[in-house]
């Protein structure tokens, strides 16, 4: 089982900044590609962005060049450094370890105001 806990939402204003944390714990070493996917009201859950064991990233369209995907593995912690924020990146931001099981963490509120 894998634990995964996400914190840094909040409410923050059009340009502004946000860096979200998802802090793992539990069978790790079975996680192939960690992940951030948010969902707006009303919509789908889409992907934003993702990284892998070895490193490689991958972003969704409407975040490249604005967000950015790291992980710091001595601390078991994946981040998403969000700059430029527009009120359309509003949504819940969950947090996604995949590997021979898929866990998510209860995700973390993203306001931005126009």
């Known amino acids: 089982q894998v634990q995964l806990v996400e914190s840094g939402g909040g409410l923050v204003q059009t340009g502004g900044s946000l860096r979200l944390s998802c802090a793992a714990s539990?069978?790790?070493?079975?996680?192939?590609?960690m992940s951030w996917y948010r969902q707006a009201p009303g919509k789908q859950r889409e992907l934003v962005a993702s990284?892998?064991?070895?490193?490689?990233?991958n972003y969704g369209d409407s975040v490249k060049g604005r967000f950015t995907i790291s992980r710091d593995n001595a601390k078991n912690t994946v981040y998403l450094q969000m700059d430029s924020l527009k009120p359309e990146d509003t949504g819940n931001y969950y947090c996604r370890g995949f590997g021979p099981n898929s866990y998510w963490g209860q995700g973390t509120q993203v306001t931005v105001s126009s």
């Open positions: 990284i892998t064991r070895g490193g490689s990233t």
């Open positions: 539990g069978s790790i070493s079975s996680i192939v590609v």
